[in-house]
């Protein structure tokens, strides 16, 4: 990964990455979790935080956030608490926020990111588990409130300072996000914001070791932002230290109109949150058992699936293709057989099928893209009757072969029709065949290339090749 150094600085970086699990159900409350209800439909005493009201734990949460934790290599620890953190704001209508602060549930993980040539490892410090709170939104009439999300469960994933640039950090952030979808944790959609990330950034001199002072960007949403606010953000305080100045500890945001980040406030000022253990939730207790039946049930990981990718041959950026998401893997594994090679399988899957699964049309089975491959693998078809296939049968209850069959597309491998054709061509390019009888051989491909135009590409080019050469023999 490219070191994007400014002036012989390099910036040091670390997330905190939240993440809304994928629950039917909030956190300490049996309201849903649905995106997008009408404001303040899914709500109720506990979510709103009136008197009197009891929060209950969400085991299916802990379960999904030992889930993240197993994914992201992190140890789990056997008991773990919940704390209130305390805070006055309009979207938090229980006055404080259930979180974990003093003893997080997962510990110690690491993702690790590789360009091809070298590994670089990022530390995970931990994930604890908390609640979201309510949206606010800005119109004519004043402020809305919507605490719908109020009382989702959340993790925050929080890494330490190893990432040295916007790259690095955006491919973390990919891996994280990648590694979330397919361990079927949260669904990681930054535009609706199920996956949130606020980057710590610090500048230092190359080869400096200590940490200096860094700011923090709230909120940026999406991995391209992250980048772009990462650059500025270099440029910004490597520019006031060359002058001269010293860096605030700030909470900044990432302007997407001006690419730059801007002031919000002053983390000296940050309030005192007054944590307390949560008196009314008992302790998380994990015990071996569980973990391991949770770690047994755990489907691949991105990087395996590509790995296995790698073995059959298939480009690293094909396998990024193919590892897009949980479904986009399962179906060109779905669609791998002994009979197609896997190389022109996932050229066939990338160019042509995965494209058409982002808007969800009716898609062919991966039997029949297999079989589509097979049938282009044993020379039956050329790949532009491969793609016309594979747009068809989309469509259609008909088999691969038969609609091939309909539409005409099997290749012309028939010895007889191939020579009349180039008798045909041998009369109508009299100048062509002069030339070969002279010795320069070059031409005979003018007279191949003729009986391919003839049958639209789809003649046997082995075969035409060769009859070409009998006929000069
Ligand atoms: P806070 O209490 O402000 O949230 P933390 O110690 O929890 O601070 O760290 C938050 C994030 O900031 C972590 O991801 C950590 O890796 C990162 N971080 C801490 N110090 C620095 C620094 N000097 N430069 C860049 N990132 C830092
Ligand atoms: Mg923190
Ligand atoms: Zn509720």
Known sequence: MSNTLYKGYEPVIGAEVHVELKTAEKAFCSCSTAYGNEPNRNCCPICLGMP????????????????AGLALNCRISEISYFDRKHYFYPDLPKGYQITQFYSPLCLDGYVTLSD??????????????????????????????DNNRCGVPLIEIVTEPDMRSADETMAFVNELRSRLLFAGVS????????????????VRKEGENTLRARCEIKNINSVNFIGRAIESELKRQVDIIENGGKIECETRRFSESSGKTERMRSKESCSDYRYIRE???PPILTDKEYVERIRAEMPRMPGEIKASMRKFGISDGNAGIICTSPETAAYFESAISDKSDALTLSNLFVS??????????????????SEISAMYSAGEINIVSAKKLIASVSNSGNSPREIAEKMNLFMIRDAETIRTLIIKAAKSLPE?????????LGAKKVIVGYVMRETGGKADPVLANREVDRFFE
């Open 52 to 67: 009197g009201a009891i929060p209950c734990l969400n085991g299916e949460a802990v379960s999904l956030a030992v889930r």
């Open 116 to 145: 091809g040539e070298k590994d670089k490892k990022i530390r995970i410090r931990e994930i604890h588990m908390e609640e979201d709170a309510g949206k606010l939104s800005y119109s004519e009439n004043g402020v809305n409130i």
């Open 187 to 202: 669904d990681c959609k930054m535009n609706e914001g199920s996956l949130r990330c606020d980057v710590n950034i610090s």
């Open 279 to 281: 008196p009314d939730i």
């Open 352 to 369: 042509e099928v995965f494209p058409k699964m982002k808007d969800s049309k009716s898609i062919l089975s991966p039997e029949k893209l």
């Open 432 to 440: 062509a065949v002069r030339e070969v009888k002279k010795g320069k």
